[in-house]
C-alpha cells in the first residue's frame, strides 16, 4: 500500500499562491490515480482535482483555470498549484490514491489546511 505525506499549506492572502506537495512512499505513483480533495468545515468532502495513470487531468468548476495538478514521478511526488486562491478555498486538502481506477481512493494523507483570508 502506499503512504501519502502532503505539506505546502499555510495562511495566504486572498488573491496568493500556494504549492501543495504529495509525497507517497512504499509504491510508485505510476500505478494509481492522483487525486486531491478538500473538506471546509461543516462541508461535504470535494474532489479538486484529479490526475490519471492517463488522460487529461479534471477540475472541479470551482478552481478549473486556478488549480493545476501535475505528477512527478521521478521524485514520487504529486503537486497542486494555486493561485488567485478565495477564501472559499480554505480547507483541509488531502491526497489521495486509487489503485484500480475505479474512482475509489483508499489511500489518504492526514491533510494539510490551507486558510485564505480575505
Known amino acids: 500500500q502506499v503512504q501519502l505525506v502532503e505539506s505546502g499549506g499555510g495562511l495566504v492572502q486572498a488573491g496568493g499562491s500556494l504549492r501543495l506537495a504529495c509525497a507517497a512512499s512504499g509504491r510508485t505513483i505510476s500505478n494509481y490515480d492522483m487525486a486531491w480533495f478538500r473538506q471546509a468545515p461543516g462541508e461535504q468532502r470535494e474532489l479538486v482535482a484529479s490526475?490519471?495513470?492517463?488522460?487529461?487531468?479534471t477540475y472541479a468548476d470551482s478552481v478549473r483555470g486556478r488549480f493545476t495538478i501535475s505528477r512527478d514521478t521521478a521524485k514520487n511526488t504529486v503537486y497542486l498549484q494555486m493561485n488567485n486562491l478565495k477564501p472559499e478555498d480554505t480547507a483541509v486538502y488531502y491526497c489521495?490514491?486509487?489503485?484500480?481506477?475505479?474512482?475509489?481512493?483508499?489511500?489518504w494523507g492526514q491533510g494539510t489546511q490551507v486558510t485564505v483570508s480575505s
Open positions: 490526475a490519471r495513470r492517463a488522460g487529461a487531468p
Open positions: 489521495a490514491a486509487d489503485e484500480y481506477g475505479n474512482g475509489r481512493y483508499d489511500a
